[in-house]
């Protein structure tokens, strides 16, 4: 296992380096140009280079490339072009907030998903599973930012009872007023997980219900609850792992549509705000860490793979 | 069309009555889109003195911010998010069967190549998607449709691999090597048509996401701007007006869900009827 897991990722370095190019040369190469931010009408040639030059952009781009990851490997992503700030500790502050709501979300999806996939084909072809599955295609037809702008109408325009803007009210330091505020983020993110997740275990817990361990299980005796509960939805998870894996990456990219709308203060809108002022280090330091995530995510859910099915060895 | 098709088509209709009103709902879209110009509203006339009119009996979604009618928009604008969506899904379902039947096909080094392109397009990050549109392209409808369609091939591109994978070592590929047939003539005559009804699956699914991508990159002001609309461009200026005239959101909103909802059904259906793996397990 220890083997595995360090051969993995040996395996991922030239990945990361690869994507690493590739990001940074598109990101270079783009045609905006970030001095632009900085240049004010009274600026003269010579002042506007010398910022070029202060924020290393007249060398060309292999050498702002090594610059960059010689630094990387010291641990310094760089400073933000437009408040100079360190991007550590731009991503610090974002990150909690991103983390919170991405990972509360997330836990609801699986929950819900369990129970009403369960549901769903434990009533096979009836009123429930009929109803289940129609709101499931809602679920994955949605547009979010549709589904968050009504709601917004709904709870904060019409009723007036949940507050449509930020993490928590000035002045306010309550754990309700900051779950206040989540609701409708944590809502509007976890209803296309739950459904797809939904579907997925629906159609697996009727595939694993046909099995020849059912009928084995079922002739030693055993409660056909129990068979459902414990042997049938252990083997009905394996979708769920790999999507979580694929999803391990928005934990801490965040959700930059609904984080946008909403006005929470995550990595998605520091993202979004990146990419309007061309601001080169912040991009670059989510695409890595997003990436690093996937990676992590693809061998953790190999790893769990493995884990909950023993038919599946971890080679190579 | 073959006799076991249209016995499970009629047989999954008899089950999903329902599939009847998602294939009406895809008619009277892509009918009204077409005809739009039937309207008698101007799409671009404004009319500042009407504007912002509750849905009545003469503008039945009401007017927007600048007196347009707004039934005539949505229309215009459905004819966008279509268009947007069928072109994006020609062009990805296009370079999605190449790729992947020459992947499958061809295998060995020029396989892992490709299939490694693909892994690495699939890891890219979603919002780098939209600094590309925003460092790259102006905004508007053709560079849209070349960017979802350009993003959204892989997914098509790797079953394609598979079935092709299992395709190549049947009798009459054998047989078609033997009689001299050269590679791009068996995967154009034998590989690819024996494919379609995968294509045709992951085009309706293709659809479904391509509208929905449109709709939320013109909402963000990356996509469709004006002075043309689609769907997702009217809820980006709707949300303006959320307190005083909801029903500016209300609309486009539920036109791009139902669309979306009746592709994603309608593709559900197909892959039901058309999969030959399902023939054993219902059991003709």
Not at chain 1, 101 to 124: C, E, N
Not at chain 1, 195 to 211: F, G, H, P
Not at chain 2, 92 to 107: D, K, Q, R
Not at chain 2, 139 to 156: E, K, Q
């Amino acid at each position: 296992m220890t083997r595995f897991v360090i051969k993995r990722i040996i395996q991922s370095i030239p990945i990361l380096i690869i994507i690493s190019i590739i990001s940074f040369s598109i990101i270079r190469m783009a045609p905006g140009d970030p001095v632009k931010v900085f240049i004010t009408p009274q600026m003269t040639y010579e002042q506007i280079e010398r910022t070029r030059t202060r924020l290393g952009l007249d060398k060309p781009i292999y050498i702002q490339y090594f610059y960059w990851i010689k630094n990387l490997l010291k641990g310094d992503l760089g400073y933000s072009f437009i408040n100079y700030q360190p991007v550590i500790k731009l991503i610090k502050e974002r990150i909690g907030p991103t983390i919170g709501l991405m990972g509360i979300s997330m836990i609801i999806s699986v929950i819900l998903s369990i129970a009403l996939g369960t549901i769903s084909a434990v009533y096979k072809d009836k009123f429930l599973d009929k109803f289940i599955s129609k709101v499931c295609y809602i679920g994955i037809s949605i547009p979010s930012f549709w589904f968050a702008m009504m709601l917004i109408y709904t709870f904060s325009l019409k009723f007036k009872i949940l507050p449509s803007l930020g993490m928590r009210s000035i002045g306010v330091k309550s754990t309700l007023d900051l779950i206040k505020h989540g609701i409708m983020p944590v809502i509007v993110l976890s209803f296309p997980n739950t459904s797809i997740l939904t579907r997925y275990i629906r159609s697996n817990v009727i595939d694993e219900m046909d099995e020849n361990y059912v009928d084995m299980l079922r002739s030693k005796g055993l409660n056909y609850k129990r068979i459902l509960y414990v042997h049938i939805l252990k083997n009905s998870l394996l979708p769920v792992i790999t999507i979580l894996g694929m999803n391990l990456p928005s934990l801490v990219s965040g959700a930059f549509i609904t984080e946008s709308i909403f006005g929470w203060p995550g990595m998605g809108r520091l993202g979004v705000g990146s990419i309007f002022n061309f601001d080169y280090p912040v991009i670059m330091a989510i695409t890595m860490l997003s990436s690093v995530m996937l990676i992590v995510g693809n061998l953790v859910s190999d790893i769990c793979y493995s884990i909950v099915d023993p038919r599946i060895k971890l080679i190579r | 069309m073959n006799e076991v098709t249209i016995k499970k088509t009629k047989e999954y209709v008899k089950k999903n009555k329902s599939i009847k009103i998602y294939v009406c709902i895809i008619s009277i879209l892509i009918l009204s889109s077409i005809f739009a110009f039937l309207s008698p509203y101007d799409p671009t006339k404004i009319d500042i003195n009407n504007k912002l009119v509750s849905p009545n009996k003469k503008h039945i979604f009401g007017t927007d911010d600048l007196g347009r009618d707004y039934f005539t928009r949505a229309l215009y604008g459905g004819r966008v998010s279509l268009t947007v969506g069928f072109v994006s899904m020609i062009i990805s379902m296009t370079i999605g069967t190449l790729i992947g039947a020459i992947s499958g096909y061809f295998g060995g080094r020029i396989d892992s190549f490709l299939m490694r392109t693909v892994d690495i397009i699939m890891s890219i990050p979603s919002f780098f998607i939209i600094l590309i549109i925003n460092a790259y392209f102006k905004p508007g409808i053709a560079s849209i449709i070349l960017i979802i369609g350009l993003f959204g091939w892989t997914s098509v591109a790797r079953i394609v691999r598979s079935e092709t994978l299992t395709l190549k070592e049947r009798e009459y590929v054998l047989c078609s090597k033997t009689l001299g047939g050269n590679n791009f003539w068996i995967i154009f005559r034998h590989i690819i048509p024996n494919i379609l009804s995968t294509i045709i699956v992951s085009s309706t699914l293709n659809v479904a996401s391509a509208i929905l991508t449109e709709s939320s990159l013109s909402f963000l002001g990356f996509g469709v701007v004006e002075p043309f609309s689609s769907w997702g461009s009217m809820l980006r200026n709707a949300q303006k007006y959320m307190q005083d005239a909801p029903y500016l959101a209300a609309f486009p909103g539920i036109l791009i869900l139902l669309t979306v909802l009746s592709f994603n059904v309608l593709g559900d259906m197909l892959r039901d009827v058309l999969d030959p793996r399902n023939i054993q397990s219902q059991k003709f």
